[in-house]
């Protein structure tokens, strides 16, 4: 259905950009790393994951030596020993493979009063025997509570985490609670977030009495974005059993708000390092902020589905890190500010396929979307190639190109008027796409501003033809006539039929939204309908010569991983079947390329004549032979002009020499006479 085809296709694309983003993202970060092992010196490990503190082993601290284990701390305190409040380094207090009992209260309250005082529906988790360490033991509970009415005013609901070696008690506030053998801490189970704006919507045909009560407009007023507290049913607490000793003061924050310091204040002989209870994650990584429900006095029960197991240290990291990351971006894109990373959207999207998606297919999708950036690299390269060297329009369906300015347009105008949901980044492509299909416009026909006293504001656009069409190009334009029109037939009673159902049983924000939300829907549904009468042309021409043949190769090759994309993200059956129709005309392209095999004697892929490309390149061989036997000429030349020169210089030098003999015996000569006359 056409109402389907626009939201899922939307959904398709950004998901798709999303995996690419993420991809590109991850490639990045990878690079970054190795420049950075390479090139700075890295810091000597704080963490040590082979102690065992219960036994007594000694672990590396920072400076001051080993940290015993708890049973071998002092037992009474050095005066003379400098005490550090904040412990420089920690180890682990409880041994691996101990038994827990935990307990969750769940209370409008941030201190937790006496367990006998709190409301037995308050107590959303008890379970005994959970053993510390074991990765085989996993335990899940659901059970539902009452919402307190403080909640459902506004103020956050939060869950008192009750954690003991099993046996010992777990309520803080008797006198029989253990500090050394039991713990407890507060964590939020709701999260503060801005409100999703919704614009007002309402059926244009329809009064305002009619307009859906249930889209209420959340208007932004001077101090920003209004927030309300949000709820998850679901979440994961796992134990870290493997931290081992850690620098306290050099955590990073998103690991040390999990970490729960032994309550007396004890120090090893040197006052410096402590000791810290396991920790417990409370995993909100998975949440997604769709799955969530805004609490109000309409409110009255909540679901809870816990997850209790053992996590080890190194995804503990990296969750809690990226997670954490995240909600601050989340929350500073919410005040205003402009996040690099953006608000997170993009990376919920991800999330959302990471859980909704099979890990072979996922991990296919992973790789082809690396293909698919390459191929639309490449697509893009040899397409403006293609255009910019062609000379004639054979073949050329220039109403093909105008329409697809048309649509390309309308889909950019219907992506800003739903700016909340868009990024800038596909804005940016978008409008990328229609300026390269107007200068097409401009290599096909020049266009032209002319005067006209029949149009409103006295000009209108004309196109001209760049020279005299010849006997092809003036069947390629009568082709092109005749399968827009047959097109027209098609196309037009379509999209009236589904501007008549969205207009009677939809609703919209105005008349301008409704006309780019029909138009686009169009696009989306019947958009394929462009390449038909490319494919008319070469039918009636008997030729694929004129096409791009490796640009649309690349593009058809992306509409495949289009369609993997489809079969991954979640959709109605009706757009991922409506995904495979670019693959119908692409198969019809590949007969007909079968079929007209190309004939260079007549036109070659750029639309140029092949024999005229033959005399061209033979022109071009005897033009480099000319200039070759030229140069060698004129080596030859320069030669012979310097062998004549040589022999006219040793002539001449010869000539010299025997002048100058010749003088010299006259000389001889003539002295001798006058002696004799003496």
């Known amino acids: 259905m056409p109402e389907a085809a626009a939201p899922a296709a939307q959904q398709d694309g950004n998901m798709s950009s999303t995996v690419k983003s993420v991809v590109q993202s991850v490639g990045i970060f990878i690079a970054i790393q190795f420049v950075m092992k ?78 006998s005082q709190m409301p037995k529906d308050s107590l959303v988790l008890d379970e005994r025997g959970f053993v510390f360490g074991d990765w085989k033991d996993r335990r899940e509970i659901d059970t539902t509570f009452p919402v307190p009415k403080e909640v459902q005013e506004g103020s956050p609901l939060w869950a008192h ?46 009064g305002k009495s009619e307009m859906d009560p249930t889209l209420e407009e959340v208007a932004e007023d001077k101090k920003g974005p209004q927030f309300a507290n949000y709820y998850h049913p679901n979440f994961t607490m796992s134990f870290i ?23 007396t ?4 002989e040197s006052g410096q390092n402590g000791w810290y209870y396991p920790i417990l994650y409370v995993n909100t990584f998975w949440q997604l902020r769709n799955h969530m429900t805004e609490l109000n006095s309409t409110v009255t029960e909540l679901p809870l589905r816990i997850t209790l197991n053992n996590m080890a240290n190194w995804k503990f990291s990296i969750f809690a890190s990226i997670d954490q990351g995240m909600k601050l971006n989340a929350q500073k894109a919410a005040n205003g500010e402009k996040i690099p990373g953006g608000d997170g959207s993009e990376f919920e999207d991800f999330k959302r396929i990471l859980l909704d998606s099979n890990s072979y297919l996922l991990g296919l999708t992973f790789f082809v979307s690396i293909l698919h950036m ?119 009673p379509l999209l009236l039929a589904y501007a008549g159902y969205s207009l009677v049983y939809e609703s919209h924000k105005s008349w301008y939204s409704f006309i780019i939300a029909t138009l686009v829907g169009s696009v989306y549904a019947y958009g394929f309908l462009m390449m038909v009468p490319s494919l008319y042309i070469n039918y009636r021409l008997k030729s694929v010569a004129h096409m791009p043949g490796k640009a649309m190769m690349y593009k058809f090759l992306n509409t495949f991983i289009d369609d993997l994309f489809a079969f991954t993200i979640k959709m109605p059956m009706l757009h991922r079947l409506a995904t495979l129709r670019d693959d119908v ?52 030349a320069q030669r012979s002009q310097k062998a004549v020169e040589d022999a006219i210089r040793q002539a001449t030098a010869e000539v010299d020499g025997v002048a100058e003999e010749t003088k010299a015996s006259g000389a001889k000569i003539m002295q001798g006479e006058g002696r004799k006359r003496k």
């Open 241 to 263: 059993p493997d931290s081992g000793t850690q620098a306290y003061p050099s955590m990073h924050p998103a690991l040390r708000q999990f970490v729960n310091l032994e309550q």
């Open 38 to 115: 390479q090139f700075i010196q890295q810091p000597a490990a704080t963490v040590v994951d082979n102690a065992d503190p219960a036994k007594g082993t000694a672990v590396p601290a920072i400076k001051t030596g080993p940290i015993p284990a708890w049973e071998n701390r002092p037992t009474q305190w050095n005066p003379k020993t400098a005490y550090n409040p904040i412990p420089q380094s920690i180890a682990p207090i409880w041994e691996v493979d101990t038994p827990l009992d935990v307990q969750i209260y769940v209370s409008p309250s941030m201190m937790i009063p006496a367990l």
């Open 585 to 636: 005309i692409f198969f019809i392209y590949l007969y007909q390329s079968y079929k007209y095999k190309v004939d260079y004697s007549r036109v070659n892929e750029f639309g140029q004549g092949g024999d005229e490309e033959d005399e061209a390149e033979a022109i071009k061989d005897a033009e480099v032979a000319k200039q070759k036997l030229i140069r060698e000429v004129d080596k030859k």
């Open 374 to 492: 390459i191929f639309e690299l490449l697509a893009f390269k040899n397409d403006v190639a293609h255009w910019r060297k062609k000379k004639d329009n054979v073949g050329t369906s220039l109403r093909t190109i105008i329409s697809n300015v048309v649509m390309q347009l309308i889909i950019f105008l219907y992506l800003f008027d739903n700016n909340e949901n868009t990024s800038w980044m596909i804005l940016f492509g978008q409008g990328m796409g229609i300026a390269i299909e107007a200068w097409k416009i401009t290599k096909t026909v020049n266009v032209r501003i002319r005067q006209s006293p029949s149009s409103l504001i006295g000009y209108h656009i004309t196109f001209e033809d760049k020279h005299q069409l010849s006997d092809v190009e003036k069947k390629t334009n009568e082709y092109d006539a005749i399968a827009f029109k047959y097109m027209y037939i098609v196309a037009v």
């Open 265 to 268: 204040g004890a120090r090893d």
């Open 161 to 206: 985490f009750l954690i003991a070696q099993s046996g010992n008690p777990l309520d803080p506030t008797t006198d029989r609670f253990d500090p050394s053998k039991a713990y407890h801490f507060t964590r939020p189970l709701t999260q503060v977030l801005p409100k999703k704006k919704e614009r007002k919507r309402h059926n244009l045909l329809a």
